[in-house]
Structure formats: C-alpha cells, structure tokens
C-alpha cells in the first residue's frame, strides 16, 4: 500500500497521467542491508563479489514508460513512437551531484527478461547505483512491455532508446531526488557490450551537444558483427547458441525488409517452426533446441543464401550486419574493451580486430585498449568484467560535486604520545566547506592527538558531504609523504616499483584487489626497492601493503 500510495503522488508531483510518458513507478527501495543479500545473490552466478563496491547508497528502483522511435517499417520512412520501458536506479540520501551510468543488458528472447521485470540484471544496476551513480537501464524495443519482436544487435535503436531513457531521467532529477553531475558512463555485457559501443558511437557522433560520454566499458560484445562473429554463420562447426543467428536475421529483417516470407531465407521445418518461437515468451533453451542437433547454425539455412552471404561480396545480409558493426569509428573518450578467451558466444577477437581498427584511425593507445581478462567462457566472464568495469569506472567517478581534499598527518610519539595532528585541505563543492570531526572540532585541522582513529566530514553549502578516516596507529594512505613510500609507474602496466622506506627492514609485500582477495604475496623481502610485476593481473584498483614487525605500509595502485 506505501509504494502505491507513493506512485500516485509522484505521478502527481509530475503531472503525468496514464495517457501521457514518460509514467514513472516506484518499483522498491533497497537498503543497504537488502543490497547485502542482493550482491550474495549475485556471487552465487558471477563469483566472490564481496568487495566489488564499498557500500555508500541505498538505492530507489523506478519503472520508466516513455517513447522511442520505432525502426521497424520499410527504409527511408519517417520513424513512428513506440512505447518502451526501461528501469532508473536512484541513490538515496545525498545532496551529492552523480554520474549517470547507462546499462545495455545481454540477450534475452523473453520480454519479461530484462531489468523492469526484476530479472537478474537489474541486480548488476543495484550495485552500481549503491556506489554513486544514476543508472539507467533500458528495456530497448520489443521487450518489457514494448509490442513486437526486440529487432536484435539493432546498433542505432540501441542508442535511441538508451538514449530518450536517459532524458527522463535527467530532466525528472528534481522529481525523484537526485543531482547529476556531467560525467557519463556507458557499459554493458554480451548483447550489452555491443550496445554500449554502439551508443558511445551515436552520443559522440550525433549528440555531442547534449552528452558527452566520460568512459565506457563494452565487455564481451560483436562489434565485428560481419567479420569477426559472421564467423558463425559461415563455420560449419556447432555453436553454444545457435538460436542466435535467426533472432538477429527475424529481428532485424523487420528493418531492412530482405525478404517477406520465411521460407526465402530457411530451409524446412525451420521456416516454419522457428519464427513463432520469437514470440517475447518462449526461451533460448527451448529455441536452442529447435535448432538443428548438431548445433550449427547455418544448417538452417536455404543453400543460395549461404552461398551468397560467403562469396558474394555485396550479400544483403552482409550489408545488413555491417550496419550493425561499432567498432570503425575515432572515439574521444576513453573505452575499456573486456573480453575472455575461451568465450564461446562471443568470439573475443571482436574485441582485438576493434582495438587494432581504432589505432588505425588515429586513436591514441591508451585512450582505447581490448583488456585480456583471462581463459573463461562466456559466463565465467561476467564477474570478473563488472569487478573490472565497476574498478574503472571508480577511478574517474566524482561523486562529491567536485569536493577534493589532501591531508598532512603527524603521528603521535609513541603509544602515549599526545602530539599527533591532522590538517585538511580542501576544494571544490558549492559554497563555503565546513568540517566536522569525531572529536567534535570544527576547523581544517586537529591537534594534540593520542593514537586512534579519527574521522572528518567534509560539507558544502548543499549539504554535500565526504567523509574520511584516519588511524593514527599505523600507517594509512594519506600518510605515505610522511614515511617517504614512492610507488611507480602509477598507474602501471607492465611493472610497478616500491620504494621501501628502510632498506635494513625485512618486509613482507602483498597485493590485494578490489575484492580483498590477496593476488601476490612475498615474505622477506629487502633493499632499496622492489619490483612486480603486474602484467598478467586484471585491470583495476589493488591495495599495496608492505608490513614490518613494527609497522604496515599502504599505497593504492592502478593496473591498467
């Protein structure tokens, strides 16, 4: 009864009706206690997430139904609207202005697949709204509650309909409670990976004006849609989802009209059989087995159309995929390419023939880079990615309207000791800052300290605030100037050297990731400096920790 009551006052407050879009509901408010059973659902599909996110934000779930054009009716008419639904995941309890984060969620038959009907991805925007961003999660075309089939791998009505989702949610942030600020992400995996290219591509092309994307991060997608994945069509090996190939041929043949029978393109019985299996409720298992037993796709296929699609240069079909091709483009913004290599659905050197296209057109190297993630398949990818995507996107988030700080920290003397100090220097936010620490000072800085930990508030005249944590019994981040520690490259690539503070100390040195899993590890180690090597690691954030008998060094480091 509260969340009823709550939809008709906010569909009050925004003076929509059911005649009207965009209609927005409360879908459910999350806890952060509820987030903590969510992100263990999610471990028990993608792996030990525990560490992916520290915990900042409850968050509010919020169905959107708004409009999109409609792609599918015959070439060079005008578009007609279309209703989509899509889904709006809100922080709560900050006066702290956002990123937005757009996610593209992978393949799905079924409409009800998709993140407005609960299915599991809407966790994935869950927890990446609980760190600080506005996500935003679009249904696309033909599923939710859309009519007709979802024209599959479609790249411009991806970005169309990621794109008019993304205005509901900028221009109701006052309604639902939120400040964005300029930065914008874009991820997505599978059938996502290629949607987030594809609407980075359109964003910057076409809207430069209106959004500028900040970074993205597409994970396991065709963007070589004629090339590099058509691979699947013309093997004659099986495939681990066959049902792959008529979905995007049903999909997008609604588009580009090639044929207006079935049976022009599939052999007895798939086509007949097959087209009514697309009908938003069947699902892949069941599409998958009505393919032929071997498993190869092509065996569907009428013998002309394959011939014609593998030695005819100018295949309609070819021309039909190439237009769904993302990767032939210069990008101003960084992207973050993950793939697998034992990746069964989507071949990974979608990601390498992209990366090698990009360096052609002239894009910087570091600007644009396929990241190795490892020998998993399809499924075993997704964990690792969004750690890796959700690391990324951490290290260039502002969260905080632009409030910065540094910190100058002397320890007290000894385990008695009364002299220890801690000043603050900060910029940014709106309006003048003010402080409030644990010991209930108010001014930039504190002194005649005792060992302890002792914590900040950092506020602006919105209400903005950022916390930090000082413990003056060891040695922590922000007191590395003090104790001399230099770490570098970083961020590092290849290798990464500390310099140890006491050369006759005896060390020992390990590394740990965003998840606290220890990656590296070395007991006894001494000198002026140490090396490792951090090349075969996953790109992202890892906490260095060097450890004596008497005290423990911490340094973050970025691998990218």
Known sequence: MQRILYTFLLLCSLNITYAQYPIIELMDEYSLDDLQVIMGQVADQAGDISGLVAQNFAVNAYKVTYQTDDPRHPLGEPHPPVEVTGVIVVPQGSACEFPMATYIHGTTATKNGVASYGSAELNIGLIFSMVGNVVVMPDLIGLGDSPGLHPYHHSESTAWCAVDLMRVARDHADELGFKLNDQLFTFGYSQGGHGAMALHKYIQENLSGEFTVTASVPMSGAYDISGVQAQTVISNEGYSSPGYLPYIILGLNQIYNVFEDPIEVFIEPYATDLPPLFDGETGFGTINQSMPPSGVPNEILQPDVLDDFINNPDSEFKALFAEQDVYDWVPTSPIRMVYCTEDEQVFWQNATVAEAQFLENGVDADLVQALNFGALDHGGCVGPALLGGN???????????????????????????????????????????????????????????????????????????????????????????????????????????????????????????????????????????YAITVSDFIPGAYVLHLQTKENRYVAKLLVK
């Open 391 to 529: 690391a990324y996107f951490g290290s260039m988030s502002v969260i905080y309207n632009g409030i910065t700080h540094e910190s100058d920290v002397t320890l007290p003397a000894g385990a008695d000791g009364t002299d220890g100090a801690i000043s603050i220097d900060a910029t940014g936010g709106e309006g003048a800052l003010s402080y409030n620490w644990s010991n209930g000072a108010t001014g930039t800085s504190i002194a005649n300290l005792s060992p302890g930990i002792y914590e900040v508030t950092i506020s602006d005249d919105t209400g903005c605030e950022v916390k930090d944590e000082f413990d003056l019994n060891v040695v922590s981040v922000d007191d590395l100037a003090v104790q001399e520690l230099e770490v570098f490259p970083n961020p590092a690539n290849e290798s990464v050297n500390i310099e140890l503070p006491l050369s006759a100390e005896s060390y020992t040195v390990s590394l740990r990731d965003v998840t606290g899993r220890e990656v590296f590890t070395q007991h006894n180690v001494q000198g002026e400096t």
